[in-house]
C-alpha cells in the first residue's frame, strides 16, 4: 500500500523591496530616537562653544563687531594674567572634591549596606538641599560663617577664638561653600555603585579568609570604581568652574576662574578673553579626565 504524496503549500513571501524597508525602518529607530537629544546639544552646546572658538580668535568689540584674525593675544593674556585664579581653581576644587569623598563615601556605604527600611529616609534628606536655591544655599552660609553669625558668635563668647578673628574671606570659607554645596553629587554615584554590589561576595571573601579590610579593598573598592569615577567628575568639573561660592564666601584673593569669566563678560564686556578661558578651562579638564580614568583603569569603568 502507497502512500499518496501531498503537495505542501507555502505561503508566498512578500516582496522583496517592502522586506527591506521594513528592515531599514527598524535599524532607524535608534537614530530618531537620538534625534531631539543630538539636536538639542548642537543648538545649545555645539552651536555656542564654536562662537565661543571664533570670538577667542577675533579682534574688535561687541559695539564695532568681530573680525576673525586669528590672533592668540586673548589665550596669552588668560595665561599670563590670571595664573592665580586658575591655581585657585584648581586647588579649591581638588581640596572640596576629595572632602566630598572622604564625607560622602561612608555615608553612601551605609546606605547601601546598612540603610534598611530607612534606606529612603536617608536618601531623600542627601536629596533635600536640591528643593532649595543653589543661591540660597550658598548665601546661608554666608549667613553661618559670619563673623556675627551663630557660628563665631557662640566661639567667641566662649573666648575659643579671638574677637578679631574671620571665616569668611578666606579659602576655607569657599571650600566649605564648594563641599556642602557638591557633597549631593559625590553620595549619589557611589550609593548606586555600592547598591549594585552582590551582599554574597563580600561573604564569600570572609570565607576564604579575608579580613573586614580585605573585603573592603579587594571587593568593595574596585567594584566601587565606576561610582567613584562618576562622583568625582559630577564634583570637580562645576566646582572648578564655580563662581558663587568664591564671590559670596571668599574674597578678591580667593577668586576663582569663573569669576574672571563672569566679570569679565557681564561687567567689562571682554569677549576674548573669556571666551580663551573657558577653552584653556575646558581643554585642562579632558585632560585630567583622560589620565584620571586611564590612572582609575577604562576597563574597570566601563564593564
Not at 26 to 39: K, M
Request: hydrophobic share 50%; glycine share 8%; proline share 7%.
Amino acid at each position: 500500500m502507497t502512500e499518496l504524496a501531498v503537495p505542501q503549500t507555502t505561503r508566498p513571501a512578500g516582496p522583496p523591496k517592502a522586506a527591506g524597508r521594513q528592515a531599514r525602518l527598524v535599524r532607524s529607530v535608534p537614530y530618531l530616537l537620538l534625534t531631539p537629544g543630538i539636536l538639542w546639544l548642537c543648538i545649545f552646546f555645539v552651536f555656542p562653544t564654536l562662537w565661543m572658538l571664533l570670538i577667542s580668535l577675533s579682534s574688535g568689540t561687541l559695539e564695532t563687531g568681530f573680525q576673525l584674525t586669528f590672533t592668540l593675544d586673548a589665550y596669552r593674556t588668560s595665561l599670563t594674567d590670571f595664573t592665580k585664579q586658575f591655581v585657585n581653581s584648581l586647588v579649591y576644587g581638588s581640596i572640596a572634591t576629595l572632602l566630598c569623598f572622604v564625607i560622602g563615601f561612608p555615608v553612601a556605604y551605609t546606605i547601601a549596606f546598612r540603610g534598611g527600611r530607612y534606606k529612603n529616609i536617608i536618601l531623600f534628606m542627601v536629596i533635600a538641599p536640591f528643593f532649595t536655591s543653589f543661591l540660597i544655599r550658598t548665601i546661608s552660609w554666608e549667613i553661618l560663617l559670619g563673623d556675627n553669625g551663630p557660628l563665631l558668635s557662640v566661639l567667641k563668647n566662649l573666648g575659643l577664638v579671638t574677637p578679631d578673628f574671620s571665616i569668611l574671606g578666606t579659602a576655607g570659607a569657599v571650600i566649605a561653600g564648594l563641599t556642602y554645596n557638591f557633597l549631593p553629587f559625590m553620595i549619589l554615584p557611589l550609593y548606586v555603585s555600592l547598591e549594585k554590589i552582590p551582599p554574597h561576595l563580600i561573604e564569600a571573601s570572609h570565607d576564604l579568609y579575608a579580613g573586614r579590610w580585605g573585603a573592603f579593598t579587594r571587593i568593595t573598592i574596585p567594584l566601587a570604581l565606576p561610582g567613584i569615577f562618576a562622583g568625582t567628575l559630577l564634583t570637580f568639573i562645576p566646582a572648578l568652574g564655580d563662581f558663587i561660592n568664591a564671590e559670596l564666601l571668599g574674597s578678591p584673593a580667593t577668586h576663582m576662574i569663573g569669576n574672571v569669566i563672569q566679570n569679565e563678560f557681564i561687567l567689562l564686556g571682554n569677549y576674548q578673553v573669556p571666551a580663551a578661558l573657558s577653552f584653556i578651562l575646558m581643554a585642562a579638564i579632558l585632560v585630567a579626565i583622560f589620565f584620571y580614568a586611564r590612572a582609575l583603569g577604562t576597563e574597570e569603568l566601563t564593564g
